[in-house]
């Protein structure tokens, strides 16, 4: 099985579109790509602005070679407009692309892009399709649902059993996470001539885009009881009944109350009646974890599924089924008793 | 309190006659690792050493004789570098620590035993929450390991290794390496390129796969797909689950697991669960069961989850950059040897044989209290507060782990330099 010049447009992420890329890079010049009526800077534009508009980019038909060099070219205009949002929206739409594009291939030629573009091990066994575990897992780890996880999967010698759609989202996934870790990674050298460029489309996006506020609705000094999810409140039920907490939960404990704002010198109270309390030693760890001394890494709490790993999560309410993390559930029930 | 540093000394002192004599293997790509001792009790780690050199270890061991010595399952670039953020991680082994303090044994009750700090109450069995005299939450427990303890951590390192790692995950026997962790456990480590690089989500995904965490057994319109016995994975594990608690069990027992009232639907029951049996033993596919049948299916079935999952420690398997005990050196609570097992030899493996490391000679001690014990193929005790001569091996154990200390006697013997 050959992959075609259309197959290059579609898959950005394979061998052969960075061939493509390379061979008309120095049969046309840079300077030609990048000057002001260039074909490939309109088509680059325009893809980043299907993105904005419509979470969907589409493929450029009408010439093939200005598609391939479109998609290097649109990553480095989203890295020169510096704007994290339009970075998740433009991985996102193009996600979606990838995934539109490839649920419509053959299985074997699904295989053949996998491989192709992220090295993964994918078998085919009559009916069955298999991808190799840790392959399976560096992208599953970023699917919410139970039906991803890794227990809930047939996993045979090393393999997970996935269908042709799981395969095709999976795939669709790591191509979203590659565009990120590529803009992220690379180096900024605007190239002149797009200074222009690149301030109007810096105002388009801010315009469509407008950056969320960060919500100071995690109000320092307000600290609302009713507001806590159940893992904090029985931890610290746990804590004042003088239990032998393990790291984990003290960790939990402290870091989640440090971010609601609370200071060292009122957590310690907490901690008072442990079994194996050190006033000295617990606001040492306190203030490291506030960031008040040591690497000045202020910590954060770990995610509902860390603790669900750690036995630390009682049972869900109502609000956890709509969160990931404790601090949001705290942030959304404050936003309903405010309500109230 | 004399008696007590003079028993620490004497403990050092056969510590440093062992490493005289090692001859401890490197681990993989030893070079990249951070490694981290301990050398008295309530000291410090020392951290963040590393060695260029296999013997520059040999000769460390030796000048200062620590107590407990670790190395890391991370690989770094920097491995000495103070701060781990410097450290430049590239990669990590997947480890597994297989507890008996995590694991039930009915033989805590006869060996363990706790006492209150604050008013001296005691108890035998696993120490409870908070004193029953008093309510103080400072208990100090004394927990032993005995064959029957030996045994569960056994059956759980089989199942880890042969059932989980090998046929699920796939790895080969020969990138698995197990350890007798010194005390009372084994590690497990896998030294795979596959799983070197994964971050600490995936790993929690392989633990959680281990111990059947977050397993979503669900009835749609009440059908149930249900797997053969021989499925690979989860739903054979849990076909296999099932038809061992049916098989085992009284249909009483039974109902009782499915919350039921005394004696209603017994009769009922007793037809689903045979239906459910013949089933699974006939089965050569996945079939579907439809019905009232399967909520008792899934009651049964969540039973079945914890009777075949992995009792491992989560926070040593997920931690990247775990400081773990390193394979032929001393562990300082008890004196016997980290070692590896072959799996082969793991059947047959007693640590109070095969990990002592001081066979030869016999020494006076004052032991304050020990259960019944199997050493060196002989039994001993129990003692309570008495002057007894023991193999050298057991007398470091009982020393090292707090219940003895070196009797008059023998100090003045050994004041001679007799050792």
């Not at chain 1, 950005?12 to 790509?33: M, R």
């Not at chain 2, 980290?338 to 490391?357: G, N, Q, W």
Request: with cysteine.
């Amino acid at each position: 099985m050959i992959l075609s010049k259309l197959d290059a447009a579609k898959y950005p992420f394979t061998s052969l579109a960075a061939k493509i890329v390379e061979k008309l890079e120095t049969e046309l010049g840079v300077d030609s790509i990048l000057s002001p009526n260039s074909e490939v800077l309109r088509r680059s534009i325009e893809r980043i602005r299907e993105a904005i508009y419509s979470g969907v980019t589409s493929i450029y038909m009408k010439d093939l070679d200005v598609e391939v060099l479109s998609h290097p070219l649109s990553l480095f205009l989203v890295k020169a407009v510096n704007n994290p949002k339009l970075l998740n929206v433009y991985a996102e739409a193009e996600k979606n692309r990838v995934f539109v594009n490839i649920i419509n291939e053959d299985v074997n030629k699904i295989a053949l892009l996998a491989n192709d573009g992220f090295n993964w091990h994918v078998k085919v066994e009559k009916e069955r399709i298999f991808l190799r575990f840790d392959e399976y897992l560096k992208v599953s780890v970023n699917m919410m649902d139970s039906y991803w996880k890794l227990v809930n999967r047939k996993l045979e010698e090393g393999y997970v059993e996935v269908t042709k759609r799981d395969l095709c989202r999976l795939i669709a996934e790591a191509y979203r996470g590659k565009i990120i870790e590529v803009v992220m990674r690379s180096k900024e050298n605007i190239h002149g001539g797009l200074n222009a460029v690149i301030e109007e489309l810096s105002k388009e996006v801010k315009a469509i885009l407008p950056p969320t506020k960060i919500q100071e609705s995690v109000a320092l000094n307000e600290y609302n009881p009713s507001a806590l999810p159940p893992c904090i409140l029985k931890l610290m039920s746990e804590a004042d009944e003088g239990k032998n907490l393990p790291h984990m939960a003290r960790f939990t404990l402290a870091t989640f109350l440090i971010s609601i704002g609370k200071r060292p010198e009122e957590v310690i109270d907490i901690f008072r009646r442990l079994p194996d309390f050190d006033e000295n030693k617990t606001l040492y760890h306190l203030r490291h974890i506030a960031g008040e001394i040591g690497s000045r890494t202020k910590y954060m709490p770990p995610s509902c599924a860390t603790l669900r790993t750690f036995n630390l999560c009682p049972s869900s309410d109502e609000i956890c089924l709509k969160i990931r993390h404790p601090l949001s559930y705290y942030n959304y029930k404050l936003r309903l008793l405010r309500k109230k | 309190m004399r008696s007590f540093q003079e028993s620490e000394d004497f403990v050092k002192r056969l510590f440093k006659s062992y490493y005289l004599k090692w001859r401890g293997d490197p681990p993989r790509e030893y070079h990249k690792r951070e490694y981290a001792f301990m050398l008295s009790r309530k000291g410090e780690m020392i951290r963040h050493i590393s060695f260029e050199n296999w013997n520059e270890m040999k000769e460390f061991l030796v000048k200062n004789v620590p107590l407990h010595v670790f190395y890391s399952s991370a690989y770094y670039l920097q491995p000495s570098a103070p701060e781990m953020e410097a450290k430049d991680w590239i990669g990590a082994d997947l480890v597994f620590d297989i507890d008996v303090d995590h694991l039930y044994t009915s033989c805590k009750e006869d060996h363990d035993n706790w006492m209150c700090l604050d008013c001296n109450f005691n108890g035998k069995g696993v120490a409870p929450e908070e004193c029953p005299s008093c309510s103080s939450k400072k208990i100090e427990s004394k927990a032993w390991f005995c064959e029957k303890c030996i045994d569960v951590a056994k059956e759980e390192v089989i199942k880890l290794v042969e059932d989980f790692l090998i046929k699920d995950f796939g790895f080969s026997p020969s990138e698995i390496e197990i350890v007798f962790s010194g005390r009372r456990g084994f590690h497990v480590h896998v030294e795979s390129d596959i799983v070197r690089e994964l971050d600490q989500r995936a790993r929690r995904e392989i633990v959680d796969y281990v111990k059947g965490t977050g397993l979503v057994l669900r009835e749609k319109k009440k059908k149930l797909l249900i797997p053969p016995l021989n499925a690979q994975g989860w739903p054979g594990r849990i076909a296999r689950g099932v038809y061992e608690i049916i098989n085992s069990r009284s249909t009483h027992d039974v109902a009782k697991l499915l919350c039921l009232k005394k004696g209603k639907g017994i009769t009922e029951i007793e037809g689903q669960l045979k239906k459910i049996l013949s089933k699974l033993e006939g089965a050569e596919g996945y079939w579907m069961l439809e019905g009232e049948a399967c909520k008792v299916w899934l009651k049964i079935a969540e039973k079945a989850v914890l009777n075949m999952r992995c009792e491992v420690d989560e926070r040593v398997t997920t931690d990247i950059k775990r400081l773990i005990r390193l394979p032929e050196t001393l562990h300082g609570n008890t004196g016997l040897i980290v070692s590896k097992i072959k799996m082969k030899d793991l059947e047959t493996f007693d640590p109070y044989v095969h990990a002592v490391a001081f066979r030869k000679d016999e020494v006076k001690v004052k032991i304050v209290s020990m259960p019944k014990i199997k050493f060196l193929g002989q039994e001993w005790g129990p003692y309570r507060d008495t002057i007894v001569e023991v193999p050298l091996g057991l007398a470091v154990y009982l020393i090292c782990s707090g219940n003895a200390i070196i009797s008059d006697e023998e100090r003045r013997h050994h004041a001679k330099g007799d050792i």
